[in-house]
């Protein structure tokens, strides 16, 4: 990589560290509009959702360049490398186009007397590469909630929710409800919502946008279904893993479906492609001695469902049926991870805790203090207590003491943080990103 491309990064990470997140649109306002105003030029899905809002978005995309389209592809947060996160009929951004953008990123806040945070910045870089690239539509996915969320500025005519849980609560609310009206906030005036499972709460909270906003909306389990395609794929094991991808790609289907007057895809084109889509680090199975299951769960939702496929596929793959069964953990301390525990221990024999070397990361001795304090793990409420409990000093550490520890029959299972799953994916044997990206 080009030192100015570092340099770029390197800026653009300190700005995180200086200003954090702001939620104020307006402020984007005259940035764009000396950018002239690239969001203006995309044709847009907008996804957003507590979990899988990232699958969804990459099996829509699939899709709609299956269908002859040039498609753009934007993302966060990345695993590997901020290339990830803004892609061309799926090839990563150059790392070039990256400092071109944010030098005219940095000039229009400059010229508009306004600094932007890092996410932001990412999210006008992407539309300024897709305007250039002339794509025919971007699938956008929301960073953080929907309503003031950087992205929301690119009023689609399609908008995805894919589910609504309990997460980032300090910036979106306490309650589903709240959750809800800040997801339900991307859907435009006159748009069409697709919709995944809500609850009752929530479901009431994006009744009432939809209504307001003149909005069609087409829901999972009353206006489309599970794609045979999909479960049949699923059925032989060469496809995203969970019930909750099977509700995914029902929702991406419908997305893609809602843009069949401008945009139509044959519908066997568009089954191949979600049944062929891949998302790293979402219940991805490296196959070894032991097997190492990735997946990132880093909040009680997405956790539920990594327990319940967990499950249901240590019924069907004999691999995974063996002990010991080891769980390595990290988790940022903004996050519910003592939730996430209680859903995940129960079914692992032994933990490994790992330290990671971000000053947002929870630190391995609160994880071991809530275990033994009764609460992560209360024996009361999870039936089972993991027999050995480990603590590793560096991501690496905790894969290798726990591929040993799983050596004879067992298998390994990474959670808790998208942070960990990228200081390890390689090593653990991921390879459907490309190999070139790295920062």
Same mark, same amino acid.
């Given at each position: 990589?080009?030192?100015?491309?570092?340099?770029?990064?390197?800026?653009?990470?300190?700005? +995180? #560290?200086?200003?954090? &997140?702001?939620?104020?649109?307006?402020?984007?306002?005259?940035?764009?509009?000396?950018?002239?105003?690239?969001?203006?030029?995309?044709?847009?899905?907008?996804? #957003?959702?507590?979990? *899988?809002?990232?699958?969804?978005?990459?099996?829509?995309?699939? #899709?709609?360049?299956? *269908?002859?389209?040039?498609?753009?592809?934007?993302?966060?947060?990345?695993?590997?490398?901020?290339? +990830?996160?803004?892609?061309?009929?799926?090839?990563?951004?150059?790392?070039?186009?990256?400092?071109?953008?944010? %030098?005219?990123?940095?000039?229009? &806040?400059?010229?508009?007397?306004? /600094?932007?945070?890092?996410?932001?910045?990412?999210?006008?870089?992407?539309?300024?590469?897709?305007?250039?690239?002339?794509?025919?539509? !971007?699938?956008?996915?929301?960073?953080?909630?929907?309503?003031?969320?950087?992205?929301?500025?690119?009023?689609?005519?399609?908008?995805?929710?894919?589910?609504?849980?309990?997460?980032?609560?300090?910036?979106?609310?306490?309650?589903?409800?709240?959750?809800?009206?800040?997801?339900?906030?991307?859907?435009?005036?006159?748009?069409?919502? =697709?919709?995944?499972?809500? !609850?009752?709460?929530?479901?009431?909270?994006?009744?009432?946008?939809?209504?307001?906003?003149?909005?069609?909306?087409?829901?999972?389990?009353?206006?489309?279904?599970?794609?045979?395609?999909?479960? +049949?794929?699923?059925?032989?094991?060469?496809?995203?893993?969970?019930?909750?991808?099977?509700?995914?790609?029902? %929702? #991406?289907?419908?997305? %893609?479906?809602?843009?069949?007057? /401008?945009? $139509?895809?044959?519908?066997?084109?568009?089954?191949?492609?979600?049944?062929?889509?891949?998302?790293?680090?979402?219940?991805? =199975?490296?196959?070894?001695?032991?097997?190492?299951?990735?997946?990132?769960?880093?909040?009680?939702?997405?956790?539920?469902?990594?327990?319940?496929?967990?499950?249901?596929?240590?019924?069907?793959?004999?691999?995974?049926?063996?002990? $010991?069964?080891?769980?390595?953990?990290?988790?940022?301390?903004?996050?519910?991870?003592?939730?996430?525990?209680?859903?995940?221990?129960?079914?692992?024999?032994?933990?490994?805790?790992?330290?990671?070397? &971000?000053?947002?990361? +929870?630190?391995?001795?609160?994880? @071991?203090?809530?275990?033994?304090?009764?609460?992560?793990?209360?024996?009361?409420?999870?039936?089972?207590?993991?027999?050995? @409990?480990?603590?590793?000093?560096?991501?690496?550490?905790?894969?290798?003491?726990?591929?040993?520890?799983?050596?004879?029959?067992?298998?390994?299972?990474?959670? *808790?943080?998208?942070?960990?799953?990228?200081?390890?994916?390689?090593?653990?044997?991921?390879?459907?990103?490309?190999?070139?990206?790295?920062?």
């Amino acid at each position: 990589m080009t030192n100015a491309y570092q340099d770029t990064l390197a800026w653009m990470y300190r700005l +995180e #560290a200086r200003r954090g &997140m702001d939620f104020r649109l307006e402020r984007l306002t005259p940035v764009l509009s000396r950018l002239g105003d690239p969001q203006l030029a995309l044709r847009c899905v907008h996804v #957003a959702g507590t979990n *899988g809002k990232g699958s969804t978005a990459a099996m829509i995309e699939s #899709a709609l360049r299956r *269908g002859g389209y040039l498609t753009g592809l934007y993302t966060s947060p990345h695993l590997l490398s901020f290339r +990830e996160r803004i892609r061309t009929g799926s090839v990563p951004i150059a790392a070039s186009a990256v400092v071109e953008h944010v %030098v005219a990123v940095r000039s229009a &806040m400059e010229a508009a007397g306004q /600094e932007l945070t890092f996410f932001e910045i990412a999210t006008l870089a992407a539309f300024l590469e897709f305007r250039a690239r002339h794509v025919d539509v !971007a699938v956008i996915e929301t960073g953080l909630g929907g309503r003031l969320d950087a992205t929301n500025v690119v009023g689609a005519k399609v908008a995805v929710l894919t589910s609504v849980g309990i997460d980032h609560t300090e910036f979106l609310g306490n309650t589903l409800e709240e959750i809800a009206f800040e997801k339900a906030g991307i859907i435009a005036q006159g748009a069409t919502l =697709v919709s995944g499972p809500l !609850a009752v709460a929530a479901e009431a909270v994006v009744a009432e946008r939809v209504k307001g906003q003149g909005a069609r909306w087409l829901h999972f389990g009353r206006d489309f279904f599970d794609l045979a395609a999909v479960v +049949e794929a699923q059925r032989r094991g060469c496809t995203l893993l969970g019930d909750h991808q099977l509700r995914n790609a029902a %929702v #991406a289907a419908a997305a %893609v479906d809602a843009l069949a007057d /401008e945009l $139509p895809v044959a519908r066997e084109a568009r089954d191949l492609a979600i049944v062929e889509a891949r998302w790293p680090g979402r219940f991805e =199975v490296i196959e070894g001695t032991p097997p190492v299951i990735l997946d990132a769960a880093h909040n009680p939702h997405a956790a539920e469902a990594l327990a319940a496929t967990l499950d249901a596929l240590r019924e069907s793959r004999p691999a995974l049926r063996g002990h $010991p069964r080891v769980l390595v953990f990290g988790a940022m301390a903004d996050k519910d991870w003592p939730a996430i525990l209680r859903l995940l221990l129960p079914r692992f024999d032994a933990v490994v805790f790992a330290r990671l070397p &971000m000053a947002r990361a +929870e630190s391995p001795e609160r994880f @071991v203090a809530d275990l033994e304090s009764g609460g992560g793990c209360d024996s009361r409420a999870s039936g089972r207590v993991p027999a050995s @409990v480990s603590v590793a000093d560096s991501p690496q550490s905790a894969l290798d003491m726990a591929r040993r520890l799983a050596a004879n029959g067992g298998s390994v299972v990474v959670a *808790g943080s998208i942070f960990l799953l990228g200081h390890l994916y390689r090593t653990a044997g991921g390879t459907i990103l490309e190999q070139d990206l790295s920062d």
